[in-house]
């Protein structure tokens, strides 16, 4: 695998794979940078611009079967995934974005997955203090799906409701119960309670109307 990119995160992600037996070449363009990381990684490393052709070329590029961009700039981790996928015919390419505010171009562009570590963040923020006890888990946007966490407030329609009796719109369904720091697979007889944190996957468009079921009416 090419890793583009020997920041932090690409010099941590190559000591990884690297212990785990992978084959793993790493480009870097910056001189001290590379200096820096080959004194560790020796060979493993190259001094280059990984938007160059004949970098990615000498790098291995033709017989990658991932590549992984984590450069500092955006614009170029696009355009090593797309030369990866596009010209050499890579599989599979993970590229870093930068900020999130850039991941719409990476979707539109089809550079995919591409990860924010901000929007992880933000993520994880939202799950010790969402609002109104809604999380989104996961978008599968090319299937039209979501996996969204809700917590079940105190008086809501979902307090003390079966899930049968839920009157859920169709194109959605309630897949785990996590409660008492346990979970697990609910039927339709399965009762809900305040302080549940229940996922459900669903299609988009649905979130709006399945999240008046969760909360309590003092937050409605």
């Not at 996928?85 to 997955?113: D, I, M, T």
């Not at 008086?155 to 720091?181: E, H, M, Q």
Request: include cysteine.
């Amino acid at each position: 695998m090419l890793i583009v990119g020997a920041g932090k995160v690409g010099w941590n992600l190559a000591r990884e794979l690297v212990e785990k037996e992978n084959e793993v070449t790493v480009i870097e363009s910056n001189r001290r940078r590379y200096e820096v990381v080959e004194e560790e990684l020796e060979h493993s490393i190259q001094y280059g611009d990984g938007t160059e052709l004949w970098v990615l070329e000498r790098a291995g590029i033709e017989r990658a079967d991932l590549v992984i961009a984590v450069t500092g700039d955006d614009e170029d981790n696009i355009l090593i995934c797309q030369m990866a996928s596009e010209k050499y015919g890579v599989e599979r390419v993970v590229a870093r974005c930068n900020n999130p505010r850039n991941l719409q171009h990476f979707e539109l562009l089809g550079v995919k997955p591409a990860v924010s570590a901000t929007d992880l963040i933000l993520r994880l923020i939202e799950h010790e203090v969402p609002k109104y006890g809604l999380v989104h888990l996961l978008d599968l946007k090319e299937e039209r799906l979501e996996i969204i966490e809700m917590d079940v407030g105190e008086g809501a329609a979902a307090d003390g409701a079966k899930v049968k009796d839920l009157g859920l719109p169709n194109g959605s369904l309630v897949i785990s119960i996590l409660r008492d720091r346990g979970g697990f697979v609910p039927t339709g007889e399965s009762v809900m309670r305040a302080g549940d944190e229940v996922l459900l996957v669903l299609d988009i468009g649905l979130e709006e109307t399945v999240t008046r079921s969760f909360i309590s009416p003092v937050n409605a």
